[in-house]
């Protein structure tokens, strides 16, 4: 069994059994549920680190929005809107809220390919980059790591499918991001 599933099992098991202990307390968790809910929250921020990819730009904010538009406009992806997420929040009456967009872009087929090797069970990919500025200022992208998700697959047609795509999108994000 791979690292990731047996970590994304550990996850799930410890989810549920703290989810049963603080079910059965009413009131202040014991020191035990308060363990166990800390090892929840840190399993599942480990599954969440082997699933996304966050790296800093090489790039200005604007400069990368601009980049991955055109790379995979070039790659001939399905390119769609962007959202600035900045925007949105400041009218949420969030003030202090950094740059932050959303860019729709998928390769090209990528969804009929995952249909198809997953035997229409598999979920279709988020399509999804996001560049945000972090607390000290530098650009992030952060977008799903479809490599690392191709190791988890057991089906070796859905491995070999993500495993392709994957590659197809570190093509792209090669000459952008450190």
């Given at each position: 069994?791979?690292?990731?599933?047996?970590?994304?099992?550990?996850?799930?098991?410890?989810?549920?059994?703290?989810?049963?202990?603080a079910q059965q307390?009413?009131?202040?968790?014991?020191?035990?549920?308060?363990?166990?809910?800390?090892?929840?929250?840190?399993?599942?921020?480990?599954?969440?680190?082997?699933?996304?990819?966050?790296?800093?730009?090489?790039?200005?904010?604007?400069?990368?929005?601009?980049?991955?538009?055109?790379?995979?406009?070039?790659?001939?992806?399905?390119?769609?809107?962007?959202?600035?997420?900045?925007?949105?929040?400041?009218?949420?009456?969030?003030?202090?809220?950094?740059?932050?967009?959303?860019?729709?872009?998928?390769?090209?087929?990528?969804?009929?390919?995952?249909?198809?090797?997953?035997?229409?069970?598999?979920?279709?990919?988020?399509?999804?980059?996001?560049?945000?500025e972090d607390k000290?200022?530098?650009?992030?992208?952060?977008?799903?790591?479809?490599?690392?998700?191709?190791?988890?697959?057991?089906?070796?047609?859905?491995?070999?499918?993500?495993?392709?795509?994957?590659?197809?999108?570190?093509?792209?994000?090669?000459?952008?991001?450190?």
């Amino acid at each position: 069994m791979s690292k990731i599933l047996s970590g994304f099992l550990l996850l799930a098991s410890t989810l549920a059994s703290g989810i049963t202990l603080a079910q059965q307390t009413a009131g202040q968790p014991s020191p035990e549920q308060i363990k166990q809910m800390q090892a929840a929250v840190q399993a599942q921020m480990q599954m969440m680190a082997l699933m996304f990819d966050a790296r800093p730009s090489k790039l200005g904010f604007e400069e990368t929005v601009i980049a991955i538009k055109t790379q995979a406009g070039k790659r001939g992806w399905m390119v769609g809107e962007i959202q600035d997420m900045q925007a949105e929040m400041q009218k949420a009456g969030r003030k202090d809220a950094k740059r932050m967009k959303i860019i729709t872009i998928c390769p090209a087929h990528a969804n009929d390919k995952v249909a198809q090797a997953g035997g229409g069970k598999a979920p279709p990919l988020p399509c999804r980059a996001t560049v945000f500025e972090d607390k000290d200022g530098k650009t992030m992208v952060v977008r799903m790591n479809t490599s690392n998700m191709a190791k988890l697959m057991k089906d070796p047609s859905l491995a070999k499918a993500l495993a392709e795509i994957g590659a197809e999108e570190d093509a792209l994000y090669r000459d952008i991001l450190r």
